[in-house]
């Protein structure tokens, strides 16, 4: 009964939102008593939608399994977490939660906005449209709310083992939160263009909404690298996987977006790129709920695989972004402005640094559809793997970083004053030569690149402490957000060249009681014990480790027979420090008794997901002063 | 007006050239960067140099697993043909004999010397080539 409730209200809610579209754009939008009319239905629509959301959860947490998808991905064993995380560990489910956060970012503007009225009941529309077409997504392709009736099944069939996982549970709905928060920027744009009126400032507007996503979307990426790190047991953090490209995609149009809004919100120079990148951040996000929601591309994910779904949403997204940028063109030379941009000032690295994302983007994609193409043309089964990725990304990176190292200095409209650039210059290339050198001599660091990288991450660094130094000492502007996010890059250059060129691993063949030797460590083979846990059996093997100062410590990786499905999972043991982690696993058992156990050193890798707090932190302070500097 | 338009000609004129020229590279990068992916029985069919790094797919033949200390040797079959693989490491949970897997590596002597074997998250998983056949 409950759930025919949550299926009619979710199919309520769609009706309303098409309302709250219709009579944005077609009544007079300026009228006051309009705009608050779209305001209340919006809310109001939200409203039942959340609860037709609420149901659900409450109908997974109370085992229903009379509910199709409930039955097919939960179970009674499972903790109550996962019982309700379950939802989002499928098709179906995630994208229930997508629309969820799709509508709140909506619900929230709806909330916050108050002083720019003109805008507000249109980016509502188009906030609205986005969702009834998700909504119809939902319904008609991909319906959770179907059952299984008259006879439901006792129990259900689990939730897969590798996703019951606590990071696992938060992972996708960070992720989902920064895909979608950039609905509010899109909206915006598509406001301003529909509405035509140069005068109005919507940059300034939407920079704490795009900020705020753009945290999220870090957070939710890094998320993912760190759990992929302890949980699939292959001791990397990148693998350039079809589906993780097309997260990443978005991410990098959101970084270049969220910079040259920063230079459009002060005047309007970069008004028309600001515009477009708005509309590419979140087209992109909408293709990478279109590669992986339709399987169209094969990667070792596996997401449900449906050609009637990849057919909606590419037709869907294809309809909104080819309406977008109608509408861009149409007002393209209304919009043009005649200011020009000042060489070596601030607006223009940030071009600079645009043509480099622009690259990087264009490049992703290439290697994202290339494999597609392909097969089309020559009938060949072929993959981008990462030496791909590493050509283009190690490089492009690297210039940009020199550009951004001459930028931190430069103002904006005016060409910077090169006799300022001296002392820091120096300063900064001799501290980070010496890094240099230290590093080429204790670790014995040879390969060019890793070198170029350490040099130019520290120098990136060392140009900000300066810069630091300089606030606390001379009283002189320092923008914290951007120190804290760009040192993230620097550390996050340093550590990917570390990680890269010291990691090393080695699989080892052993028995119990038998110690083998890796590097000066000792590794002894101690036990073996199976335990019981609440939904699976596990095997656990006990390494006493001695490291060559003599410390001793015990990893104990472990495998999982998991009850419902019988599907075995390896966990991994991590003994993690500042320098390096070292990472266990263990394999199959030989015919003599004896063990596979594969040891990894992963060097420096703690400090990449550091480097991504450090740029989910200033964001998220920024959003702060930025909100709070709005109202 | 004329100097404008000269200009203006002389911008474009840089901005294509200068895509162009990206483009160039990233295409090249591409080529030469390009993993080709074999069922064993396309395999043989090819002329492929040694030291090209490819990827086959197909399932683990029924018996054909051996393994001597790390070392793990077994044969990829689409039931057409067949391949030898060898590979130092751990294989993935899902790996067995009878289900499908993917490898990367190099050709040696009619063998593959894997860098990588693959299994996907989902047991029901097979290469889709031979998922048509059977």
């Known amino acids: 009964m409950l759930i025919e409730i949550a299926h009619f209200l979710s199919i309520l809610a769609t009706g309303l939102f098409f309302l709250c579209f219709i009579f944005s754009f077609f009544l007079n939008s300026k009228d006051i008593y309009i705009i608050n009319l779209v305001s209340r239905i919006y809310t109001h629509s939200f409203l039942i939608f959340l609860s037709s959301f609420l149901i659900y959860i409450w109908l997974a947490i109370t085992d229903n399994f009379s509910v199709l998808y ?24 995630s994208m229930f939660l997508w629309i969820i956060f799709l509508t709140f970012w909506g619900a929230i503007y709806n909330l916050a906005t108050s002083n720019n009225q003109l805008l507000k009941a249109r980016t509502l529309g188009v906030i609205s449209l986005t969702s009834v077409g998700f909504l119809l997504f939902l319904l ?40 979608v928060g950039f609905v509010i920027a899109f909206g915006q744009a598509i406001a301003f263009l529909f509405e035509g009126n140069p005068e109005i400032k919507w940059e300034k507007q939407v920079r704490s909404w795009s900020v705020a996503s753009w945290s999220f979307l870090t957070l939710g990426i890094a998320l993912g690298s760190w759990w992929a790190y302890y949980e699939l047991g292959w001791g990397g953090y990148w693998f350039w996987d079809p589906v993780e490209n097309v997260a990443l995609m978005p991410w990098l149009a959101a970084t270049a977006f969220i910079h040259s809004l920063s230079a459009s919100s002060k005047s309007f120079i970069l008004r028309i790129w600001t515009l477009l990148l708005s509309i590419l951040v979140f087209s992109l996000s909408l293709f990478g709920a279109f590669i992986v929601r339709s399987g169209i591309i094969d990667s070792v994910h596996s997401f449900a695989n449906d050609p009637e779904r990849g057919l909606y949403l590419l037709s869907f997204i294809g309809l909104l972004v080819m309406t977008s940028l109608l509408l861009f063109s149409y007002r393209f030379n209304h919009l043009l402005s005649n200011k020009k941009i000042v060489s070596l000032s601030k607006e223009s690295f940030i071009s600079i640094n645009n043509i480099f994302f622009g690259t990087l ?10 494999p597609l193409i392909y097969e089309f043309i020559y009938d060949q089964k072929i993959s981008v793997g990462a030496p791909f990725y590493n050509a283009i990304f190690v490089p492009i990176t690297l210039i940009a970083c020199i550009f951004l190292y001459f930028s931190i200095d430069s103002k904006w409209q005016q060409s910077f004053n090169f006799k300022s650039l ?30 170029a990288s350490l040099l130019i991450g520290s120098i990136i660094i060392i140009r900000y402490l300066i810069v630091i130094y300089f606030y606390f000492v001379y009283r002189k502007f320092a923008n914290f957000f951007s120190i804290i996010a760009h040192c993230g ?34 590794i002894n083979f101690k036990n073996l014990r199976v335990v019981p846990g609440p939904n699976f059996d596990s095997v656990k093997a006990d390494f006493v480790i001695t490291n060559p100062n003599g410390k001793v410590f015990t990893l104990t990786p472990e495998k999982r027979k998991y009850f ?34 594969n040891i990894q050193f992963n060097v420096f890798i703690r400090w990449i997901w550091f480097s991504a707090i450090m740029m989910v932190l200033a964001g998220l302070l920024l959003t702060h002063s930025l909100s709070r500097s709005r109202s | 007006m004329k100097k404008i338009r000269k200009q203006r000609l002389i911008t474009v004129l840089l901005i294509l050239i200068s895509s162009a020229l990206g483009s160039f590279l990233v295409i090249r990068a591409l080529d030469s960067n390009l993993d080709f992916f074999f069922t064993p029985s396309e395999l043989f069919k090819e002329e492929l140099p040694d030291n090209k790094r490819i990827k086959v797919g197909g399932m683990v033949l029924d018996g054909s697993v051996t393994r001597d200390k790390t070392n793990i040797s077994f044969v990829i079959t689409d039931y057409e043909g067949s391949i030898d693989v060898e590979f130092d490491g751990i294989v993935p949970d899902l790996f067995k004999e009878g289900s499908g897997v993917v490898v990367l590596g190099y050709l040696k002597d009619k063998t593959v010397i894997a860098e990588d074997v693959l299994a996907k998250h989902d047991e029901n998983y097979m290469p889709p080539s031979i998922d048509l056949k059977n």
Do not use: C
């Open chain 1, 422 to 451: 001296y002392q820091p210059l120096f300063l900064s290339i001799t501290a980070s030569s010496v890094i240099v050198a230290l590093a080429f001599y204790k670790f014995l660091i040879v390969n060019f690149l890793t070198l």
């Open chain 1, 140 to 179: 008609l392709t991909s319906n959770p709310f179907e059952t299984i009736l008259p006879l439901p099944p006792e129990n259900g069939a689990d939730i897969n083992p590798v996703l019951q996982d606590p990071l696992l549970a938060i992972h996708p709905p960070m992720l989902y939160m920064g895909y």
């Open chain 1, 70 to 93: 409930i039955a097919q991905h939960s179970n009674i064993n499972l903790p109550v977490f996962y019982k309700v995380s379950s939802i989002w560990s499928a098709h179906e489910g």
């Open chain 1, 361 to 370: 983007i264009f490049s992703t994609m290439l290697g994202v559809l290339y």
């Open chain 1, 564 to 597: 419902a499905r019988g599907q075995v999972t390896t966990e991994t043991a991590i003994h993690a420090s500042a320098l390096k982690d070292i990472y266990m696993t263990v394999g199959d058992q030989l015919d003599d008794g004896s063990w596979i156990v």
């Open chain 1, 489 to 522: 890059l620097g550390l996050l250059i340093i550590s990917i060249a570390l990680n890269n060129n010291l990691s090393s691993e080695r699989a080892l063949n052993i028995k119990i009681n038998e110690t083998a030797v890796y590097k000066d460590y000792q």
